[in-house]
């Protein structure tokens, strides 16, 4: 299978919780272009630090500098086979560019109302020696980690509230844009790590 899969949802709807899933039944390379931002952000590249400012005030970043970023990684040998987009497309400009470079399949819609995203994004945690995203409540860490684990610095209730009014304007409209096209599965994100993980796992075998 040489198509793509998108993973869609708002901030904090379980996205790269539930994307490790997907990669381990599909064999697809995960692609989060808040990821690729962030490592351009860590690396002090001019594009990073261009980007950091739209990130931290919870605004995306243009349509223009993450095109160019997905072009570039859909290079490479992996990408072959179809990937798996996860935060990307977030506006119908980049899934109408999307569509001239690669062909998508289907798009997982992961569906969590505002007022849970609000508690999961505040209470995230990220171990950076393996990448594991904790909760601390949902998904505590082991105790014995816990010294190590960092907090995104948009992670504020602030800059929550701007991401998903950026979520709403710019790239809630794109669940139409791809249901129109007969391609959009919805799932309901707000229930257990373990419920919206079984329903992505059959999502993933009605398209198998
Ligand atoms: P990005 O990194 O993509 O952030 P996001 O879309 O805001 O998504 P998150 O990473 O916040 O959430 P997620 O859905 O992965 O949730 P997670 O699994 O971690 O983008 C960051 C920024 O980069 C953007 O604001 C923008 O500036 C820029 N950007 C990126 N892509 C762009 C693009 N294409 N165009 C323009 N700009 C772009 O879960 C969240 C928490 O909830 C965790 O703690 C987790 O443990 C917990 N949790 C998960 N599932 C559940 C559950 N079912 N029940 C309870 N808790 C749960």
Avoid: C
């Avoid at 794109?174 to 129109?180: G, I, P, T, V």
């Avoid at 993980?197 to 993933?204: C, D, L, N, P, T």
């Amino acid at each position: 299978m040489t198509e793509s899969i998108v993973l869609f949802g708002p901030p904090g709807a379980g996205k790269g919780t539930q994307a490790g899933r997907i990669v381990e039944l599909t064999g697809k390379p995960q692609i989060s272009t808040g990821d690729m931002l962030r490592a351009a952000v860590k690396a002090g590249s001019p594009m990073g630090l261009a980007a950091k400012e739209y990130m931290d005030a919870g605004l995306l970043v243009s349509d223009e500098v993450i095109i160019g970023l997905i072009e570039e990684r859909l290079q490479n040998d992996d990408a072959g086979q179809g990937v798996l987009f996860d935060g990307f497309p977030r506006t119908i400009p980049q899934a109408e560019s999307l569509e001239e470079i690669a062909t998508v399949s289907s798009v997982i819609s992961i569906e969590v109302p505002d007022d849970a995203i609000v508690d999961r994004i505040v209470g995230r945690r990220m171990d950076p020696e393996t990448g594991e995203i904790y909760h601390v409540s949902f998904k505590p860490a082991p105790t014995e980690i816990q010294d190590r684990l960092v907090q995104r610095p948009d992670d504020t209730e602030e800059t929550v509230r701007a991401r998903l009014g950026a979520y709403h304007t710019q790239t809630a409209p794109l669940a139409d844009w791809y249901s129109e096209r007969g391609l959009l599965i919805r799932i309901d994100g707000d229930a257990s790590i373990e419920q919206v993980g079984a329903s992505v796992e059959e999502a993933i075998a009605s398209i198998s």
